[in-house]
């Protein structure tokens, strides 16, 4: 009996036991009329199928996205491997087991990424920028830390969204000391450390932190806007001039780059433009580095939805510790 076995080293014959997130979960009736359990379980190593024979309940579809606790026998049913579970529950209060063992959790040291994050803003010149950009980040300090930054895609897992923030600030300070006579570095700096905090308001999220869908101000509104207008408001309680408080605005409005892209508006100022392209680079090359997890060097991978393209490992990058 192995236990905690991640999913991607399992194989026909293991007998496994621990703790795993239910996926998806249905209950069913066979031919004969007996009921059983369909589903899937998953860890931050990948998913596969469950099925759980004369099983009624209690466990079901409405507990997807919970940990449960199961022993079964891993087997193989027409090409597809699958856990044939003779024992299940729902985790509970006081089990011990690993979040990062479970879900997908950014390769990163949380802390630090946030302390870096909170010098960066103290490093803002321009006392208005820094005032706002200080004041959001105490409002989502601990939702900022913790959640991913999309559902899908790039950085959708924990503490995906500070990763990528604090990517683009290290990006965007960069930057800035390249083209002094064209970016102001404070505006550029402000507007990128807010960009993606009304995410938080935008999504939904399991009991473990992960994306699961939209809230209805996700749907109606979008991050976009929900975090235009909360840095209008914290500009107004700062007391911001107008002009610097609309183009704070505008950047965070503007910061997909074209409306195609769910932008507001088009970037119409250079610290804009470079935010929308920063946002680019950072969400492009997780969506590479992710890809290559399950692409060998010297192979293609399928084509990738979020780029309309199919993409080339040849075997150059290597993580350097964080």
Request: aromatic share 6%; with cysteine; glycine share 8%.
């Amino acid at each position: 009996m192995e236990h905690n076995k991640a999913v991607i080293d399992m194989v026909p014959g293991d007998e496994v036991e621990g703790y795993y997130v239910l996926k998806d979960a249905a209950l069913k009736t066979t031919s004969t009329g007996k009921p059983f359990l369909s589903g899937a379980v998953s860890d931050a190593t990948g998913a596969v199928e469950i099925k759980v024979w004369d099983y009624s309940g209690p466990i079901g579809g409405e507990d997807a996205g919970k940990v449960i606790m199961l022993r079964g026998l891993v087997s193989e049913f027409r090409g597809t491997t699958q856990i044939n579970v003779n024992r299940l529950r729902l985790a509970e209060p006081g089990d011990s087991y690993d979040l990062a063992d479970l879900v997908p959790v950014a390769p990163i040291d949380p802390q630090e990424r946030l302390r870096e994050v909170e010098d960066f803003a103290a490093s803002i010149e321009d006392e208005d920028y820094r005032r706002v950009a200080e004041a959001m980040l105490s409002r989502h300090r601990d939702s900022f830390a913790k959640i991913p930054a999309a559902k899908s895609v790039h950085h959708s897992f924990i503490n995906g969204l500070l990763m990528h923030t604090s990517n683009m600030l290290r990006i965007a300070d960069f930057l800035a000391d390249i083209y002094p006579g064209v970016l102001d570095r404070s505006l550029l700096l402000a507007g990128t450390l807010l960009h993606d905090l009304a995410k938080a308001q935008e999504f939904t999220f399991s009991g473990l932190g992960l994306v699961t869908g939209y809230s209805l101000k996700g749907e109606l509104i979008g991050h976009l806007v929900l975090c235009a207008q909360e840095a209008a408001e914290v500009a107004k309680e700062t007391g911001m001039p107008e002009e610097k408080s609309v183009l704070l605005q505008h950047m965070l409005l503007s910061h997909h780059g074209d409306p195609e892209f769910g932008a507001a508006v088009r970037p119409m100022c250079a610290e804009a433009e470079l935010l929308a392209e920063i946002d680019r680079i950072d969400s492009r090359m997780e969506i590479y580095e992710e890809t290559f997890l399950d692409v060998p060097p010297g192979e293609f991978s399928e084509r990738i939805f979020a780029l309309d393209k199919r993409i080339y490992n040849h075997g150059a990058g290597e993580m350097p510790p964080e």
